[in-house]
Nanobody, 120 residues
Framework: QVQLVESGGGSVQTGDSLRLSCAAS????????MGWFRQAPGKEREFVAA????????HYLNSVRGRFTISRDNAKNTVDLQMNSLKSEDTAVYFC?????????????WGQGTQVRVSS
C-alpha cells in the first residue's frame, strides 16, 4: 500500500511561485498514475494536474496550463507540482492523489492536503 504526504504549501503574493511535493511510501509508486487536486473554501474539489505512471503523459486544468507543471521521480517516489504566476483564485488546499495505472482517471489514494494562499 502506498501512502502520500504533501508538503510545500504556504502563503504567497500574486505572481509568486510555489513548489508542492508529494512523497510516497511503499514500493509500488511506479504502478500509480498521480494527480494533484485542490479544494477552495465553499467549493468542490477539482482536478488540477495528472501525470502517468511513467511520466510520459500529463494533463492540466485549463486555467493552470502554462503556469503549473507536474513532474515525478519514480526513483525518489515523489511527484511535484511547480506553480508559477500564482493568482488569488489558486488559493485552496491541494491534495496529492494516486490511482493504479490500469484505472486511468480513478484515484483511490489521497494525501492529507497542504494549504496554498495567494493574496494580492
Amino acid at each position: 500500500q502506498v501512502q502520500l504526504v504533501e508538503s510545500g504549501g504556504g502563503s504567497v503574493q500574486t505572481g509568486d511561485s510555489l513548489r508542492l511535493s508529494c512523497a510516497a511510501s511503499g514500493r509500488a509508486f511506479s504502478s500509480y498514475n498521480m494527480g494533484w487536486f485542490r479544494q477552495a473554501p465553499g467549493k468542490e474539489r477539482e482536478f488540477v494536474a495528472a501525470i502517468s505512471w511513467n511520466g510520459a503523459m500529463t494533463h492540466y486544468l485549463n486555467s493552470v496550463r502554462g503556469r503549473f507543471t507536474i513532474s515525478r521521480d519514480n526513483a525518489k517516489n515523489t511527484v511535484d507540482l511547480q506553480m508559477n504566476s500564482l493568482k488569488s483564485e489558486d488559493t485552496a488546499v491541494y491534495f496529492c492523489a494516486g490511482g493504479l495505472k490500469n484505472n486511468t482517471g480513478s484515484y483511490d489514494l489521497w494525501g492529507q492536503g497542504t494549504q496554498v494562499r495567494v493574496s494580492s
